[in-house]
Nanobody, 128 residues
Framework: QVQLVESGGGLVQAGGSLRLSCAASGRTFSNYAMGWFRQAPGKEREFVAAMRWGSGGTNYADSVKGRFTISRDLAKNTVFLLMSSLKPEDTAVYYC?????????????????????WGQGTQVTVSS
């Protein structure tokens, strides 16, 4: 099992930036990918970004392409989500997730049921 702890959420004005962090501990050697998802009030959880832990290959939701960047620090078992040009519609609880499953196609890592471990979430609020 992998334990995940997110940090870095907060309140920011539209157009601003935030960087989320997710520190992994436990059986981190079994991770094939890390992902970020978000859930706004009254909406389903949706995919934001994912990264293959070994190769560093990335995948983004269309709604955040060009504005968000996922990255990792292998030595610290930490994944980051740099969010720029934030919009009020980016307001949500952001969750970090880890997958211990290998998939050949990146599209599998856009699905929440491809992940085995989840963090507790961190609130991001973007004011207009």
């Amino acid at each position: 099992q992998v334990q995940l702890v997110e940090s870095g959420g907060g309140l920011v004005q539209a157009g601003g930036s935030l960087r989320l962090s997710c520190a992994a501990s436990g059986r981190t050697f079994s991770n094939y990918a890390m992902g970020w998802f978000r859930q706004a009030p009254g909406k389903e959880r949706e995919f934001v970004a994912a990264m293959r832990w070994g190769s560093g290959g990335t995948n983004y939701a269309d709604s955040v392409k060009g504005r968000f960047t996922i990255s990792r620090d292998l030595a610290k078992n930490t994944v980051f989500l740099l969010m720029s040009s934030l919009k009020p519609e980016d307001t949500a609880v952001y969750y970090c997730a880890a997958s211990a499953r290998y998939y050949s196609g990146n599209s599998y890592y856009t699905r929440s049921n491809s992940y085995d471990s989840w963090g507790q979430g961190t609130q991001v609020t973007v004011s207009s």
